[in-house]
């Protein structure tokens, strides 16, 4: 009897062990995942920054880009960590599988488009089992404008200067790791001739 109050007591037990144990394992809450994400993405690591998106994930630029699939996701992801692309998440909100909050970005393409930061109305995460299976973000509207005007001025400079090698990107459908170099090369060659301008007309007023 009394051997069978041991067992019973030792079974008891490791049973307390094991729900303790599985309680305190770490857990990510959602708005925890999402400044995971950020971290890794910060640091340019592609394999963890890629590892919060489920595979058949949608991501949308409202009015201007939608794709789906990790695989083409992976293209932006490795380009964002060639350009040292940084983001500042603030008001970050959850609601039942979904996170919000407004976005700050950084990254060289942009300093060298004159372009000191991007900024969101929203980010908006949606997930599955963990994984982010949707990410929808909106400009606002000034930063809207400000690349716009920025791709106005760079479209047009660069059709009367570097025609062929705007083409030949363009074709490409995408930035990549493989031609954001190329990209980076008319951006500072644009950079350039937009300085001279402005010295040129400086100049001219002084007169």
């Given at each position: 009897m009394c051997r069978f109050a041991n067992k019973r007591r030792v079974v008891l037990y490791v049973s307390i062990l094991l729900i303790s144990f599985t309680s305190c394992s770490p857990k990510l809450e959602l708005d925890e995942r999402v400044t995971a994400y950020q971290e890794a993405h910060n640091k340019g690591n592609v394999k963890k920054e890629l590892s919060f998106f489920a595979e058949d994930v949608k991501f949308e630029l409202v009015g201007q880009r939608k794709m789906e699939g990790k695989a083409l996701l992976r293209n932006f992801v490795e380009s964002d960590a060639t350009l040292n692309s940084h983001l500042i998440f603030t008001d970050v909100k959850v609601h039942n599988?979904?996170?919000?909050?407004?976005?700050?970005?950084?990254?060289?393409?942009?300093?060298?488009?004159?372009?000191?930061?991007?900024?969101?109305?929203?980010?908006?995460?949606?997930?599955?089992?963990?994984?982010i299976t949707e990410m929808r973000s909106q400009l606002t509207e000034e930063s809207a404008k400000a690349l716009q005007d920025f791709?106005?001025?760079?479209?047009?400079?660069?059709?009367?200067?570097?025609?062929?090698?705007?083409?030949?990107?363009?074709?490409?459908?995408?930035?990549?790791?493989?031609?954001v170099g190329e990209w980076l090369d008319l951006l500072r060659a644009w950079r350039e001739r937009m300085e001279q301008k402005e010295q040129e007309e400086s100049e001219k007023e002084e007169q």
């Open positions: 599988n979904k996170v919000t909050c407004k976005v700050t970005e950084k990254n060289d393409y942009y300093k060298l488009a004159g372009i000191d930061a991007l900024n969101y109305e929203y980010r908006e995460f949606t997930f599955e089992k963990g994984l791709g106005a001025s760079f479209a047009e400079w660069a059709m009367e200067n570097r025609r062929d090698k705007l083409v030949e990107l363009r074709r490409e459908g995408v930035v990549s790791k493989d031609n």
